[in-house]
């Protein structure tokens, strides 16, 4: 497999909204992109504000990006903010430096895609992401 379907995708994105609604989270949206930044599928719940498209994308995007976890680009953002700034003014899509920012990986742990999930406190955010990966049958990075 090189590619996350579109039938994987919404396979993550109902995965990550089960696990939201089992841990009474608030509403969540996930994007699921391809490995090369582009948008395969995304979903926001009812009582999501309008902005979580681009901070789901910006979590995934800059994961892959940068190659880590949208976790550990926050961790850079802290380290070196300079840097991570930079990154995201020049980066053809957005960068958010907060958890929730998953890599799908591979058999040989080669970049598939990622997923962004946002809605919730950035530690909620990744284990609706990572719930939806391992639902659909994938690894995530790491």
């Given at each position: 497999?090189?590619?996350?379907?579109?039938?994987?995708?919404?396979?993550?994105?109902?995965?990550a909204?089960?696990?939201?609604?089992?841990?009474?989270?608030?509403?969540?949206?996930?994007?699921?992109?391809?490995?090369?930044?582009?948008?395969?599928?995304?979903?926001?719940?009812?009582?999501a504000?309008?902005?979580?498209?681009?901070?789901?994308?910006?979590?995934?995007?800059?994961?892959?990006?940068?190659?880590?976890?949208?976790?550990?680009?926050?961790?850079?953002?802290?380290?070196?903010?300079?840097?991570?700034?930079?990154?995201?003014?020049?980066?053809?899509?957005?960068?958010?430096?907060?958890?929730?920012?998953?890599?799908?990986?591979?058999?040989?742990?080669?970049?598939?895609?990622?997923?962004?999930?946002?809605?919730?406190?950035?530690?909620?955010?990744?284990?609706a992401?990572?719930?939806?990966?391992?639902?659909a049958?994938?690894?995530?990075?790491?």
């Amino acid at each position: 497999m090189n590619r996350i379907s579109l039938g994987q995708a919404n396979s993550i994105i109902a995965a990550a909204f089960a696990k939201g609604a089992e841990l009474a989270l608030k509403p969540l949206s996930v994007a699921v992109l391809d490995a090369g930044g582009h948008l395969i599928a995304f979903q926001r719940q009812d009582g999501a504000s309008f902005g979580r498209l681009q901070i789901a994308q910006g979590k995934a995007a800059g994961a892959l990006a940068l190659g880590v976890s949208s976790r550990k680009v926050g961790d850079m953002a802290v380290e070196r903010p300079w840097f991570v700034g930079a990154m995201a003014a020049s980066a053809p899509h957005p960068v958010i430096p907060a958890a929730g920012g998953v890599i799908v990986v591979d058999e040989a742990g080669e970049p598939l895609g990622a997923v962004g999930v946002t809605g919730d406190t950035s530690d909620n955010d990744e284990i609706a992401s990572l719930a939806g990966i391992a639902a659909a049958g994938l690894a995530a990075q790491g």
